[in-house]
């Protein structure tokens, strides 16, 4: 069974940086992050496909967030920029067992193998 361990979150005021990072115990195919704030559903905030390194991201951080991950280390990593309060939530890290031929996209709905533990991030105003 993969584990997937993420890091990286605390606290930051508005307009801030955090990165968050993701290692995967082993092999994994398309990556990404989801998060949940407090009394809300969990969201979907980017992935990255295995491979070509494609990149997918929410339109509430398109332009401050980039994904990027390490093939060689099965990890990912979350560089967030220009955070808002409304960032606030844990993060959790995503990961499938098997290589997908459907769009990248679609990693948003689909059903993932494996989940990590969730980090927080906090941004203050």
């Known amino acids: 069974q993969v584990q997937l361990v993420e890091s990286g979150g605390g606290l930051v005021q508005a307009g801030g940086s955090l990165r968050l990072s993701c290692a995967a115990s082993?092999?994994?195919?398309?990556m990404g992050w989801f998060r949940q704030a407090q009394g809300k559903e969990r969201e979907f905030v980017a992935a990255v496909r295995w491979g070509l390194g494609s990149t997918n991201y929410a339109d509430s951080v398109k332009g401050r967030f980039t994904i990027s991950r390490d093939n060689v280390r099965n990890s990912v990593a979350l560089q967030m920029n220009n955070l808002k309060p409304e960032d606030t939530a844990v993060y959790y890290c995503?990961?499938?067992?098997?290589?997908?031929?459907?769009?990248?996209?679609?990693?948003?709905?689909?059903?993932?193998?494996?989940w990590g533990q969730g980090t927080q991030v906090t941004v203050s105003s």
């Open positions: 995503a990961a499938d067992n098997s290589q997908r031929v459907s769009a990248l996209e679609g990693f948003r709905t689909r059903k993932h193998d494996y």
């Open positions: 082993g092999r994994t195919y398309d």
